[in-house]
Each structure stands twice: as structure tokens, then as C-alpha cells.
């Protein structure tokens, strides 16, 4: 079942030829949404209602997008979809999805075609209760990481998931690695990264007026996370907070100011768990995303799967 909890749904949507996509995650019934975000750079939405000051609770789907900004609209397609199919909390004038969302920056031409409000609607209609693809699918189709020193060094990222188990509670997580940083093995060895000589300068710095490099929009790590515990708000907040450990054990570095790291949580409220519990495990899970996402990476022109990954 879709990254282990039952009613979960997973559903992507790919467009090779611009090196695109996105990925929806629909969630089970009577599901609580929260959201933590640690990046410098982040692209969200309903980051503030899901958050920790936020007092909705419901949230009835996901979506994971490549190109920037401009992929927030695929949350459109989503509420449209959701609508469609009675999804959403009754308000009685009318039924209204809470669709969480975050971006990755996969850009690489002013005129390339970018993930909107169809591509929202077409991933929800490829949505099964299956596990979901890896590698170079949905929102990783474009993901890369490894730029540290400067895009023309980096090699391939992609969309990831991975389960965790423990006294009865499930965390099960999706992420899309488009990292600045390198990924890590489980043994804090380089997966996938950077290519650059040992004479390449890292982080490239900015004038103190002006834009920023143009290395510095384009990173971040995002993922949303699903579980069948029972939990408050705050602590649902609490616990994708702390799953962020996953990213920074994974990634090196992470959540750097050029980074919108994001982690969206769905609990199923199903079974009672300890927040520590659930934060543990949903750690373990990110983590683990993170480096099968490479290892099912797919090269694509100028950024190819790194060999130390396969």
C-alpha cells in the first residue's frame, strides 16, 4: 500500500521532455495536515493554516512540484479534482479541500513548459493505493543536487520513499531531493554530489547590493510524510519538525539559506503513538527516502546519476 498506510493514495505526473513533473499524495480519510519548514528559501502553500499557529487541522491532499514558484498552481487542479470527487470539509455553501503544497526549482529554459492546475488534476487521476514510482518520475523528474560549487557540477536527484515500523505505528515518507548539498550513505559517505575539482569554490558569495548568484533560488528538499497515529496539532508540528533530522543526515549540508526545505505530515489518527515515536521513525524514513530517491535516479543532459549511487 501507498507508503504503508491504508487509504493512502500516490499519484505523478511526468513530462520528460521538459524535465518536469509533479507528485500528489491523497490522504486518508479524516487525515490532519501540519507542516514544518526549515529552508532559507521555501515555495508553500497552506504553509501557515497547517503550521504551528495555524488552527485548521483537516487536510485532504498533498502536492509535490517541480518549477518554482509557477508549480504552485498544480494545487489548483488538486482542489478542482478533490471537489470533483466530494473530497473536503462540508461548509455547507460548499465542500473545500485543504491542499498543502511546496516547489523545487527545476527550471532550465524561460519558455520550457512548467507544472499548472492540469498537471495537479492529471496526478490526482493516476493516484493508486500502489507504491508509488522512484527515481527520475513526478516531482524528482528534474530534482538534481550537489551544487555546492556551481550547477555545471551537480548530478542527478529524484523523488524517493521509504517506511518505517515500530509498536504498531507506521511513518512512511515521500521526498523529492533537489538538494544543494551532497546525499549521503547510511555510512556518511558521499551517494551522490557534487563533481567539482577540490579547487572549485563552494557557495559562490553575492555583492553586498544586487541579485543573488544564480545558483542561490534554485535548491531544497520537500517531502510529505504519512502515518497512522493518533496526534494533537502541536504535536504533529512537533514531529515533522523533528523529521527534519532525516534531511540533515542525509544531506550534507542541509538547510542552508539557499534551500526551502519543507515537510508536510498526514497523521491518520488510527493509532495512539508517542510523538517521539512517530518524530523517530519519520527521521528514519526521510532519511532513507532521500538516499533510494538517488539510487533510482536517472541522468538527464548535464546532470548525470552519480556512479557512487548505483
Not at 50 to 58: A, I, P
Not at 110 to 117: I, S
Not at 272 to 292: H, T, Y
Amino acid at each position: 500500500m501507498a507508503l504503508g498506510v491504508p487509504g493512502t493514495r500516490v499519484g505523478c505526473w511526468t513530462d520528460r521532455t521538459n524535465h518536469t513533473g509533479c507528485t500528489v499524495v491523497l490522504a486518508a480519510p479524516g487525515s490532519q495536515g501540519a507542516v514544518a519548514v526549515r529552508g532559507g528559501a521555501p515555495g508553500t502553500r497552506e504553509a501557515a493554516a497547517l503550521g504551528s499557529t495555524g488552527n485548521v487541522r483537516e487536510c485532504h491532499a498533498v502536492i509535490l512540484s517541480g518549477g518554482s514558484a509557477f508549480g504552485l498552481a498544480t494545487a489548483d487542479g488538486v482542489v478542482e479534482w478533490c471537489v470533483a470527487h466530494g473530497i473536503g470539509y462540508d461548509k455547507t455553501v460548499a465542500v473545500i479541500p485543504i491542499v498543502g503544497a511546496a516547489i523545487v526549482f527545476d527550471l532550465r529554459s524561460p519558455d520550457a513548459p512548467r507544472p499548472g492546475r492540469d498537471a495537479g488534476w492529471a496526478a490526482c487521476e493516476a493516484a493508486t493505493e500502489n507504491d508509488p514510482p522512484q527515481g527520475s518520475v513526478g516531482v524528482g523528474t528534474g530534482c538534481t543536487v550537489g551544487k555546492t560549487g556551481g550547477l555545471e557540477w551537480g548530478s542527478k536527484g529524484g523523488q524517493g520513499w521509504a517506511i518505517e515500523r515500530a509498536g504498531g505505528v507506521t511513518v512512511g515518507a515521500l521526498m523529492a531531493v533537489n538538494a544543494l548539498g551532497d546525499v549521503l550513505d547510511e555510512h556518511a559517505a558521499v551517494l551522490a554530489g557534487s563533481r567539482a575539482p577540490d579547487d572549485v569554490v563552494r557557495y559562490p558569495a553575492s555583492g553586498p547590493i544586487g541579485p543573488p548568484p544564480d545558483m542561490a533560488l534554485e535548491h531544497t528538499v520537500i517531502g510529505c510524510l504519512v502515518t497512522n497515529a493518533h496526534l494533537s496539532k502541536p504535536d504533529a508540528v512537533r514531529a515533522a519538525d523533528l523529521a527534519h533530522s532525516g534531511i540533515a543526515r542525509s544531506v550534507s549540508p542541509a538547510h542552508t539559506s539557499m534551500d526551502g526545505d519543507a515537510l508536510f505530515l498526514l497523521s491518520a489518527q488510527q493509532v495512539d503513538a508517542s510523538v517521539d515515536l512517530v518524530a523517530d521513525l519519520g527521521a528514519r524514513a526521510v532519511a532513507a527516502a532521500i538516499r533510494s530517491a538517488v539510487r533510482h535516479a536517472e541522468g538527464m543532459p548535464g546532470f548525470p546519476a552519480d556512479s557512487r549511487a548505483h
